[in-house]
């Protein structure tokens, strides 16, 4: 049974930072491209940011660039979300989601598998 599980949610100030965590397990974790997605209340699932199985090759939303940090321990089976300089914009539920990929970051028809999601409320 495949397991995708976040966390490090919870309240920041602006300009503040959180690193989010995600830990798969039931899956061969250095096969699977792994994304970042939010979704804040009343609005669609937007997409993040995202890396390949390596964690090589990253890609980003415009309304993060700069400021989060994609990455991955593969020994660890996670992925991770640094989020630095938090804004109130930045309030959503952080879901991850992975799908089978190489050297590519995977779209959102790809994704296989989801978390449960983690709350992220910046105050301003």
């Known amino acids: 049974q495949v397991q995708l599980v976040e966390s490090g949610g919870g309240l920041a100030q602006a300009g503040g930072s959180l690193r989010l965590s995600c830990v798969a397990s039931g899956l061969t974790f250095s096969t699977y491209g792994m994304n970042w997605y939010r979704q804040a209340p009343g609005k669609d699932r937007e997409f993040v940011a995202g890396?390949?199985?390596?964690?090589?090759?990253?890609r980003y939303a415009d309304s993060v660039k700069g400021r989060f940090t994609i990455s991955r321990d593969n020994a660890k089976n996670a992925v991770y979300l640094q989020m630095n300089r938090l804004k109130p914009e930045d309030t959503a539920v952080y879901y991850c989601?992975?799908?089978?990929?190489?050297?590519?970051?995977?779209?959102?028809?790809?994704?296989?598998?989801w978390g449960q999601g983690t709350q992220v409320t910046v105050s301003s």
């Open positions: 890396c390949d199985w390596s964690g090589i090759v990253t």
């Open positions: 989601g992975g799908g089978p990929t190489s050297w590519t970051v995977i779209d959102g028809d790809s994704i296989q598998y």
